[in-house]
């Protein structure tokens, strides 16, 4: 019987086929699926932030941030046996959740999430096969590594598969 593991907001799983993980409540944070098709060894990160190191103090969550959140859900992703080489990415979220369109980075969250989630990934040379981001409305998503299936729901939409 296969279990669906629940990632909360600034955290990250790494499962095994045929085990999924899912999350709750992507409106400008970002869910980044990662898989080896291989091993069937996946992962979810749900990061809430672009950049740890704008942040001054003593946050410890690696979780929170793009930056170190992706590098370590592949960190435990490899101690489980995945190969980097062979890991892909699909994304979720970004979305810009307040109804005022302002250029300001403090409402553009989402976007940034979104831009440096992909440049960690090409940094570490993990293609991004699919993305379902920005717009205005949050999301929740399951992520089956077995199949690569990133199911994303949200309130009046149809449910997608990317």
Do not use: W
Request: hydrophobic share 40%; with cysteine; charged share 25%.
């Amino acid at each position: 019987m296969s279990e669906i593991i629940k990632v909360g907001m600034a955290d990250l799983k790494v499962c095994k086929s045929p085990d999924g993980v899912t999350t709750l409540g992507l409106g400008s944070c970002v869910g980044i699926a990662l898989r080896d098709p291989l091993t069937g060894i996946g992962g979810l990160a749900h990061i809430m932030l672009p950049d740890s190191t704008v942040i001054r103090g003593s946050e410890s969550n690696v979780a929170k941030f793009a930056d170190t959140g992706i590098a370590e859900l592949v960190r435990q992703m490899e101690a489980k046996g995945a190969q980097r080489s062979r890991m892909t990415a699909k994304l979720a979220g970004g979305a810009m959740m307040f109804a005022f369109q302002n250029k300001s980075e403090l409402v553009r969250v989402g976007d940034r999430n979104v831009e440096a989630s992909r440049r960690k990934l090409a940094e570490l040379g993990i293609r991004v096969l699919a993305e379902d981001v920005g717009a205005n409305y949050g999301r929740t998503v399951i992520f089956y590594p077995e199949t690569g299936d990133y199911v994303i729901r949200a309130v009046g939409k149809p449910e997608k598969v990317i």
